[in-house]
């Protein structure tokens, strides 16, 4: 199976400040990645899917990055509401997998 | 709007099985997958598997295979997840999740509230 492997396991980063989280696939999975991220108590929300296209209603100020192996996401300016745990998934080949997340915390 | 709404919270003794629906409204239910991915306490998401609501057809991952069923009733449009032989590892929120038929099954959006089922004797 494909591993996904997030880096770093945690973020500290200041609101307004810009946040950059890594994600890399054990073989290629051409283009086939999502994100998500998930507050706690409540389920997981799709943010990019495809490595780069926004999924309904995300705002503009997370876009995604990459193809084949490596892979980011950016928070351009971090608010208040964006401080939780990011999972990137790849859907290229079975079974589906996940990384182990990356937590955004308050700085 | 497109919601997938779970059934509640179980205790399960260990060896027991377990068995969580998902019930979809605000879209045409045999039109996109339903993926099942779990989350024990503090940990990861994990996929378990998928099933097309159209045909029945599933896909388990292999850690899941013997214990897992997928099955779904189109005149509710509800998809069900029985798990046998529940250990103390099966601890944790399972959650169902819709994905669209033309990404190959891919991304998952939305997904239900989760379901909490705790094995302890």
């Known amino acids: 199976e494909i591993v996904m492997t997030q880096s770093p396991a945690t973020l500290s980063v200041s609101p307004g400040e810009r946040a950059t989280l890594s994600c890399r696939a054990s073989q290629s999975v051409s283009s086939n990645l999502a994100w998500y991220h998930q507050k706690p108590g409540q389920a997981p929300r799709l943010l990019i899917y495809?490595?780069?296209t926004r999924a309904t209603g995300i705002p503009a100020r997370f876009s995604g990055s990459g193809s084949g192996t490596e892979f980011t996401l950016t928070i351009s300016s971090l608010q208040s509401e964006d401080f939780a745990v990011y999972y990137c998934q790849q859907y290229n080949n079975w079974p589906r997998t996940f990384g182990q997340g990356t937590k955004v915390e308050i700085k | 709007q497109v919601q997938l709404v779970q059934s509640g919270a179980e205790v399960k003794k260990p060896g027991a099985s377990m068995k969580v629906s998902c019930k979809a409204s605000?879209?045409?239910?045999?039109?996109?997958?339903i993926h099942w991915v779990r989350q024990a306490p503090g940990q990861g998401l994990e996929w378990m598997g998928i099933?097309?609501?159209?045909?029945?057809?599933?896909i388990y991952a292999q850690k899941f295979q013997g214990r897992v069923t997928m099955t779904r009733d189109t005149s509710t449009s509800t998809v069900y997840m029985e798990l046998s032989g529940l250990r103390s590892e099966d601890t944790a929120v399972y959650y169902c999740a819709r994905a669209p038929f033309d990404s190959g099954a891919g991304w998952f959006d939305p997904w239900g509230q989760g379901t909490l089922i705790t094995v302890s004797s």
């Open positions: 495809g490595a780069s």
């Open positions: 099933i097309n609501p159209n045909s029945g057809s599933t």
């Open positions: 605000g879209y045409t239910f045999t039109t996109f997958y």
